[in-house]
């Protein structure tokens, strides 16, 4: 069965670094996203991606944060300069359609910032 | 913005039906989903209602939907302990393309 595979599982990284999560969404899908959640809080959206370009990104999303689709079948998320407060589970999701396709989601990267 | 909430613990034992409850506050959502998520396990889709529709059944899972009290509940039958899992309710609002996440409920069956 197809599925949304992320690397790393787990990074830890120092405040101020820069990192990137991959990400592979099935492959026939078009429409991409990534969703956080902070231990003990709700799943945010964070970023949808359609096209080469962003659809649509949260107030979370800000300029620290950008998205890429480097070649066909990766999907990134990079963190430019990491806070304390960017400790999260980071999400993955990728959907053939939009509103009423199911999306499908990684098993997330947990992002430790120290 | 749109809030959805849900409660956080859940405890059945097995062979017992659970039912799994959600609140959310904008009328606009046009489809309602609930996820599971099993430990070190992404979100898995288990079913979703379309706004118009009131009950959707698949197997041991039965989907309500009351859109005037803003209340979406998943009950599932016969719970096995292999249901236990953190089981979150989501929605998409009209002209949009995000999920609106709850904060999950853990479910947990003694056998």
């Known amino acids: 069965e197809p599925e949304v595979t992320q690397t790393p599982s787990h990074q830890v990284t120092q405040m101020g670094q820069e990192v990137i999560l991959r990400c592979v969404p099935i492959s026939n899908h078009l429409y991409f996203y990534w969703y956080r959640q902070i231990l003990g809080q709700k799943v945010e959206f964070l970023v949808s991606f359609y096209n080469n370009e962003i659809s649509e990104k949260s107030e979370i999303f800000d300029d620290q944060f950008s998205v890429e689709r480097p070649d066909g079948s990766n999907f990134t998320l990079k963190i430019r300069s990491t806070k304390l407060e960017d400790s999260a589970m980071y999400f993955c999701a990728s959907s053939f359609g939009t509103v009423g396709t199911e999306a499908f989601f990684g098993q997330g990267t947990r992002l430790t910032v120290v | 913005g749109e809030d959805v909430e849900q409660s956080l613990f859940l405890s059945v034992r097995e062979g017992d039906s659970s039912v799994i409850n959600c609140t959310y506050t904008d009328s606009s959502s046009t489809y309602l989903y609930w996820y599971k998520q099993e430990p070190g396990a992404g979100l898995q889709l288990l079913t979703y209602?379309?706004?118009?529709?009131d009950m959707k059944q698949d197997q041991r899972l039965t989907v309500l939907l009351n859109k005037k009290d803003k209340h979406l509940s998943l009950r599932i039958a016969d719970t096995q302990t292999g249901d236990s899992a953190i089981y979150f309710c989501a929605l998409i609002m009209e002209y949009g393309n995000k999920l609106v996440f709850g904060a999950g409920t853990i479910l947990r069956v003694k056998s």
């Open positions: 209602i379309f706004s118009n529709m």
